[in-house]
């Protein structure tokens, strides 16, 4: 009996081809687009109806069934809002992450298990075999430290069709077959915000005020800030610092080291030893792990970063040599080889 | 390329290009400068908006030009009050009841209309009622719908064919009515709508406030911006006091369109500035977009006999063509328009399956096809959620040959088995 294969069609090129893959595999291939965000931001139009389009178009060119689920609601109790109380923490979290665990691998994957399927796909590179997540064959186009926390069960009924393939034979293939957003632009970083958006974005939904900037060592005031949520841990560029006079430009740009939401304040160092910035161990939450985790594994710290020799020792990355720290609220994700063995949460 | 969507873009015909060329370039001035090279091109202005008044029957500076049909639609409603009255009900809010809606409103259902006014909750226990203003049809486009609610609007339904209930009219119209706006042609449907049977009602309304004394005056106002292709639109015979028209859709260039206003209506500008258009619509004038609107218009009216008889030549040809649909628009609309129910089937797959074989058309509305969003105008005639998705929209233009009719019949055919064997 032909197996049925739900695919997440975003309109971009990589889970078009993997719609084009499954249908030439001989599988049945439904099409859904998951409505997940349509609200318009200051500067940014929200693409999802020319997205929604693009996908329907290759369903349509491909001859296959084609739905659009609507998740905004949970992807605003899960994700937006998840988003926002860790900012609101002080956290800099990691809403694709978040978006994968409860919308794509949870949500997506329960629909379609409900309404039939036997797996679902989607257009990441990953591979999956024998229940375990693996890096895909483009390591430039990896995507496992998004998808980290899907659970074994979702991993188990999901195909990752262009995960053997590298993004240009992708593009390739897309073009070959008329698959007209072979060219689309890639969207970037957050599902739905770009990198630079994100401030726009938060500014949106949370209330700041402006406060002070001080020198961790001192004490001092050197400069004014327009929110402390819209500074991570670790951040150099963006602050509105001017030299003092006598010590104009001493050379050492200065970098966020802590925020105190409870005051409003900033602080910030030019002591690149601050162990909030350069740090030998870090203290984890929220782990999860889908194998079993040998004593020495590799870390990636953030996504497509390289893979740094670890050891996990409880709740805590211990590494041979510092780290440059990411913010709080950011994942660590551990390998064995290829292998993506799960992560957890910085503290 | 087979274009079959000519109510959403016509293409600037040659003629109309040649008229605007020289007002970008060399006659590029302003016309509000001292110098005589600027008068003349101020002369041409004002000549070029008589030929365009001419046609409606108007004159010159009857005429306000806009940017395009919405801004025009907008302006035609700047003499209701702008911020909605009230008249405050001492009804408590568990009598609001009666009207079948819950006594605490959700958000979304906290204009509840009702047929003397819109039911508002204040701060204190009771409701305020804010008056209808404006009566406009169900079909209307959003350039129409979005501005009456604004000003506090109820609608007036429609029948089966989208033609106007003048009963209903009737029915709704109050001492509060200020404006009633009616597309002479609806821009999904092709319906045309009996302009001047209301203009009757409206006059007998009037007459009998004058007999009571109420001195609220009562206009009517028409989106005519699908019309001029194949109707001779002339405000008298109407007897409208406000008409819209647009450029984009008469082969002239996009972002011109006017606003007929008769004497009588006295409105308020939306922009303030250098005071063109008689105070009206302040901004440098659109000079070559008004010459090129002149040129269209002076076109379209001198071709719309032939027009016609060759529209209804190729309605008959594609109604006979086709396979397997029901025909939304049978009575009462402009031999252009084209609106076909495949019921059961997902007309949008249509449209990219077409795409991909070169014929261009639209499900409903352009715009409400790329937001998901229901068309209101297939709704409001009485089609089921599944026949308004099984719902082209095929608009004929002069792009067209009678032989892309045939081929597009056949194109048409085809992509709907590549569908119906699909299920």
């Not at chain 1, 195909?159 to 970037?188: C, Q, R, T, W």
């Not at chain 1, 870390?299 to 970063?305: K, P, Y």
């Not at chain 2, 009719?405 to 088995?417: D, S, T």
Request: net charge neutral; glycine share 8%; aromatic share 8%.
């Amino acid at each position: 009996m032909t197996e049925t294969v739900f695919v997440g069609m975003s309109g971009g090129v990589d889970s078009s081809v993997s719609a084009l893959l499954l249908k030439n595999q001989g599988y049945k291939v439904k099409g859904v687009y998951m409505k997940n965000w349509s609200r318009n931001l200051p500067g940014m139009k929200c693409p999802w109806a020319e997205d929604l389009a693009d996908a329907k178009r290759v369903a349509v060119k491909l001859g296959i069934d084609f739905e659009v689920w609507d998740f905004e609601k949970e992807y605003h109790d899960k994700v937006v809002k998840y988003m926002l109380d860790e900012f609101k923490k002080g956290n800099t979290p990691n809403p694709d992450i978040m978006c994968n665990q409860e919308i794509k691998f949870k949500l997506f994957y329960e629909t379609a298990m409900e309404k039939g399927a036997d797996f679902i796909a989607t257009g990441h590179y990953a591979r999956v075999k024998d229940g375990k997540l693996l890096r895909p064959v483009d390591e430039k186009k990896d995507q496992t430290y998004f998808l980290y926390r899907i659970s074994e069960e979702a991993l188990s009924h999901t195909i990752f069709p262009v995960g053997e393939m590298l993004k240009n034979d992708v593009k390739k293939l897309a073009e070959k077959n008329g698959l007209h957003n072979a060219y689309k632009k890639e969207s970037m970083g957050v599902c739905f915000v770009g990198e630079v958006g994100m401030k726009d974005f938060l500014k949106e939904y949370i209330e700041t005020e402006p406060g002070e900037i001080r020198e961790i060592e001192t004490e001092k005031v050197v400069g004014h800030h327009d929110g402390a949520v819209f500074y991570t841990i670790g951040q150099r560029h963006g602050l509105y610092i001017s030299g003092n006079a006598g010590e104009v430009n001493s050379g050492l740009p200065y970098y966020v080291v802590k925020k105190d939401l409870a005051n409003n304040i900033v602080y910030v160092s030019r002591n690149l030893n601050d162990t909030n910035i350069w740090a030998g161990e870090i203290r984890l939450k929220d782990i999860f792990i889908r194998n079993t985790v040998p004593k020495n594994i590799q870390v990636r710290l953030r996504h497509l970063n390289e893979l740094i020799p670890a050891e996990l020792d409880g709740d805590t990355v211990k590494f041979a040599q510092k780290v440059k720290r990411p913010a709080s609220g950011q994942s660590i994700v551990f390998y064995d080889g290829e292998i993506c063995l799960g992560g957890g949460i910085i503290v | 390329m087979i274009y079959l969507d000519h109510a959403a873009a016509t293409p600037v015909s040659k003629k109309v290009f040649e008229a605007m060329e020289p007002y970008f370039s060399h006659e590029f001035f302003n016309p509000s400068a001292a110098y005589l090279p600027a008068k003349k091109v101020s002369a041409e202005y004002e000549a070029a908006k008589g030929v365009i008044a001419h046609a409606i029957g108007a004159k010159s500076h009857d005429l306000v030009i806009t940017a395009g049909a919405t801004e025009a639609n907008n302006l035609a409603f700047s003499f209701l009050n702008k911020e909605p009255v009230f008249s405050s009900s001492g009804l408590e809010k568990s009598e609001m009841s009666y009207a079948g809606q819950p006594a605490e409103p959700s958000p979304s259902e906290t204009n509840l209309s009702v047929s003397s006014g819109i039911y508002i909750p204040d701060f204190s226990n009771h409701f305020i009622i804010q008056k209808i203003q404006v009566l406009y049809l169900s079909t209307e486009h959003d350039s129409v719908r979005k501005v009456a609610e604004k000003y506090g609007g109820a609608a007036i339904d429609v029948d089966r064919n989208g033609r106007i209930l003048l009963d209903d009219l009737k029915a709704k119209i109050t001492d509060d009515t200020r404006l009633i706006s009616v597309a002479l042609v609806n821009n999904e449907l092709g319906t045309i709508q009996p302009l001047s049977e209301i203009a009757a009602i409206i006059r007998k309304v009037r007459l009998d406030r004058l007999s009571r004394g109420v001195k609220t005056p009562l206009y009517l106002h028409s989106d005519a911006s699908q019309a001029m292709n194949l109707l001779n639109v002339n405000v008298a015979r109407l007897g409208v006091d406000l008409l819209t028209l647009n450029a984009a859709k008469i082969y002239g260039p996009k972002g011109v369109g006017a606003l007929y206003v008769s004497h009588e209506v006295k409105l308020k500008p939306l922009n303030y500035g250098g005071g063109q258009e008689m105070g009206l619509r302040s901004g440098t004038e659109n000079v070559p977009g008004v010459m090129g609107f002149a040129k269209a218009v002076e076109e379209v009216t001198k071709h719309l006999n032939g027009n016609r008889k060759k529209y209804a030549l190729w309605r008959k040809i594609l109604l006979d063509e086709l396979q397997g649909y029901e025909l939304v628009n049978k009575k009462h609309t402009l031999d252009n328009f084209v609106v076909l129910c495949y019921n059961g089937i997902d007309a949008e797959r249509l449209i990219f399956l077409l795409e991909d074989r070169g014929v261009y058309l639209s499900t409903g509305a352009a715009c409400a096809a790329s937001k998901g969003v229901k068309s209101h105008v297939l709704k409001a005639i009485g089609l089921s959620d599944s026949e308004i998705a099984g719902s082209l929209r095929i608009t004929l233009g002069e792009t067209n040959t009678e032989e892309q009719i045939h081929e597009a019949a056949k194109l048409i055919n085809e992509a709907v088995k590549i569908e119906r064997r699909r299920r």
